[in-house]
């Protein structure tokens, strides 16, 4: 319809530059214009009609716009537009080979479609102007002679790599535009901005063409799962699974998470509204130390279009270490047994004491050696940071120096540890500790007042924040576990600590005689964290509970684990995630620090990496410019499997420390997942490249929208405007409506 009106496709308007070819100046068309103007006007003024000045008025406009139109096209108005030269510029057409490519979308698979446009006229068309060149996508890019060698047989499918690979390839040589045929499943989660400004620091602009539907009507589809990459031994772990349905909502489904055969979690879970997602969590066991490889998977749905979407693969590492927990306390109370008692069939924890029975002797309990802390607590850095987490409990800050104050601080910002102050008679407020350095650690402003610690009930409750926190996890059901707590027992007595601070988090509150204070609330201090426990009661939730009952021991072993779990050693390995999906990419990053974790900035730190097929590597770390004592690298895993990476670091031949990753390499994955057309990425693409999106039955328009291009070998062309169609249907509008309006007037 446009080129019925306008004589030529869009593209050149939008391409084009717009010129007048008479010859003659444009100023002269500009005077003759408001001549014509001025004189129309007083023609119609002097005439005196009968009828109003607004109907002179329109009358005038009609005729001026007609005489308007006139000269303009007497001017010979044309496009100027840049334009491939014929058969002296190239054009790339790529297919996506990938595996998605062979799904069946109702009138056949979407590579069945793409060979057909291919075959049936498109590249005719292309090959009449243009020398064509045709290449498969998956992997990487492959030149092939025709159709045929389209198999959709490749699991994985990386479009940015492959039009990487296209633009570096033909740098030098003339390519006048690239088309695209894809579903715009991209296994490397999409196209990277620097991949589009190297196509357009080429000029090349890329069209594609879009398979598969937009909206799949009937599929169950996991979007993502969230799990921690490490955990320690036994510990509750919590997976987020994020999913969405198509055409089930309102159903049953239900989520199970399995070890191999076993099973470790499951959840019946009733399916939202159409396209929106939903988030479940389910808990389980971490188990025993090792790596699981953990598949969490989706009931199938009776009729679902893609049942390959409905499990996932995650890895987490269960570390073998038992962290080690200092706890000193100032006097003899129940907390401090109850505590001891909640924690000592953990096997992931190891819980340090020191009691100070009376002013000159301490009472130490699970000690590692006979000298450990034999003159009290640690006087330097690395006997304190050889700990993983630090509780204060009943101490007034004067027993600890200033020196030793600076120490924990330290402890939690240097050495990346957990420090838990308690409430009680010397503790916080009441022991001086809002005077101190301390305080700028705390997640609570406090009062600077004493006599904050009372011998009173306090009834415990749980925040919105700590509805989803695994600390306060007794009961699995986020909702049942609140109205668990509502039935907890009360709390022997409280610490009235002041608000929380902006970035704090408060788990739970209590409700006291004198108003409503936080119980539990946490932040993160530097690489460490610091929370605060504002009462010395929670053994009432033992004592006045059946003996069976475990939430006591579930709490404080919980409350533990997050305290000392993510404190690690002098050396960490990480990766962003260990299991890679359809790529072998492994970014490695190393944090190397003393025993009084300064970073080591010259430090040789190595990688020695065993895996399936007698894989071995050995790679050494490069510093890195920024973060001193920190060490990358990045290696490829070359095939499927297990693998694993010992990292050591030394310094002038002494080993500073080691560390393990623990990895998998996965292929055909990504592929399985969103099965739904990526449009929006195709379009972006286009967009950004001065290409167009096409839908399949306009394949046929892009072999003239392609020649109109400023890339490769061009020539100006010149389209006439003058006798486009709409210039003679506005004139002959204008006319008769200006007679009719006469008629109607009366004025004829």
């Known amino acids: 319809m446009f080129e019925f009106f306008f004589k030529y496709p869009s593209t050149v308007y939008s391409k084009g530059k717009l010129v007048l070819l008479s010859g003659w100046p444009e100023w002269l068309l500009i005077l003759l214009t408001v001549a014509a103007i001025a004189a129309l006007s007083l023609v119609m003024w002097r005439s005196k009609p009968v009828w109003n000045n607004l109907r002179s008025a329109i009358l005038t406009a009609l005729q001026a716009t007609v005489v308007c139109l006139l000269l303009l096209m007497l001017w010979q108005p044309a496009l100027s537009v840049s334009a491939l030269k014929p058969q002296q510029n190239i054009v790339a057409v790529v297919v996506d080979n990938s595996s998605s490519m062979k799904r069946n979308d109702s009138d056949g698979t979407r590579l069945d479609a793409a060979r057909k446009i291919l075959d049936s006229a498109l590249l005719k068309d292309l090959e009449k102007r243009f020398q064509v060149r045709l290449y498969s996508i998956d992997q990487g890019l492959h030149r092939i002679a025709n159709t045929d060698a389209l198999t959709g ?78 955990a320690l031994s036994d510990a509750r772990l919590s997976a987020a699974v994020r999913f969405r349905n198509r055409g089930y909502a309102g159903q049953k489904s239900r989520i199970e998470i399995k070890d191999g055969a076993k099973t470790l979690a499951a959840k019946d879970v009733t399916l939202a509204k159409d396209g929106e997602e939903q988030t479940e969590s389910l808990m389980f066991s971490a188990g025993l130390a090792g790596a699981r490889r953990l598949a969490v998977s989706l009931k199938l749905m009776d009729g679902e279009e893609n049942q390959s979407n409905n499990s996932m693969s995650r890895f987490v590492v269960v570390e073998g270490r038992k962290p080690r927990i200092l706890y000193i306390e100032g006097e003899p109370r129940w907390e401090f047994k109850f505590i001891r008692r909640g924690v000592e069939d953990d096997r992931s924890i190891q819980l340090v004491s020191m009691l100070r029975v009376t002013q000159n002797k301490i009472l130490r309990q699970g000690a590692s050696s006979p000298k450990e802390l034999e003159n009290g607590f640690p006087l330097t850095p690395e006997e304190l940071f050889q700990y993983d987490g630090l509780i204060i409990g009943s101490v007034d800050s004067g027993y600890f120096s200033l020196t030793q104050q600076e120490m924990i601080k330290q402890f939690a910002d240097r050495r990346g540890g957990g420090v838990l102050f308690l409430g ?51 009961v699995e059901d986020p909702d049942k576990n609140l109205e668990r707590w509502k039935t907890m027992p009360k ?65 404080w072993q919980q409350l533990l684990r997050w305290l000392s779990s993510a404190t690690q050693g002098q050396v960490i390995a990480s990766t962003p995630n260990p299991l890679l999906s359809d790529d072998g990419k492994l970014p490695i990053r190393v944090e190397v620090r003393e025993k009084n974790y300064l970073a080591v900035a010259d ?131 204008l006319r008769a409506t200006e007679w009719l309006l006469r008629r109607k007037w009366g004025a004829v």
Do not use: C
């Open 153 to 230: 047989n490749a699991t994985v499918s990386k479009l940015g790599d492959g039009l990487k690979q296209l633009t570096a390839e033909s740098s030098g040589l003339p390519v006048g535009a690239v088309l695209l045929l894809s579903d715009g499943a991209d296994s490397a989660g999409g196209i990277d901005r620097q991949t589009i400004t190297d196509i357009r620091s080429q000029r090349i602009p890329v069209h594609t063409i879009g398979f598969g539907k937009e909206q799949l009507t009937k599929d169950l589809e996991i979007r993502n799962v969230d799990v921690p990459i490490r």
């Open 424 to 474: 009680g008679r010397a503790s916080l407020s009441d022991g001086g500790y809002d005077k101190t350095g301390l305080i700028d650690m705390l997640p609570v402003a406090l009062p600077s007042a004493k006599g904050t610690f009372e011998r009173e009930l306090a009834i415990p409750i749980v925040t919105p924040s700590g509805k989803e926190s695994m600390i306060l996890r007794l």
């Open 491 to 555: 709390l022997a007595d409280y610490q009235a600590v002041g608000r929380a601070k902006p970035g704090a988090v408060v788990l739970a509150e209590m409700s006291t005689p004198k108003g409503v204070f936080p119980l539990l609330a946490i932040q993160n201090y530097g690489r460490g964290r610091v929370g605060v426990f504002a009462t010395s009661g929670s053994w009432r939730w033992q004592m006045t509970q059946p003996k069976e009952d475990m939430t006591h021991e579930m709490f």
């Open 603 to 733: 430090a040789d730190v190595t990688a020695r990496i065993l895996g399936p097929q007698s894989v071995a590597a050995q790679i050494k770390l490069a510093p890195d410019p920024v973060t001193p004592g920190v060490y990358t690298a990045q290696w490829n895993a070359p095939v499927a499997g297990d693998y694993v990476a010992e990292i050591e670091a030394t310094r002038n031949g002494q080993k500073v420390g080691a560390d393990s990753l623990l990895f998998r390499r996965e292929d055909g994955v990504t592929e399985n997942f969103y099965s739904e057309q990526n449009k929006e990425l195709l379009e972006k693409l286009s967009e950004e490249t001065g290409g167009r999106y096409w839908k399949p039955d306009m394949a046929g328009k892009i072999p003239t929208e392609i020649t109109f291009s400023e890339a490769g070998i061009t020539t100006r062309e010149t389209y006439d405007l003058w006798n486009m169609p709409i210039f003679f249907l506005m004139l002959l509008a």
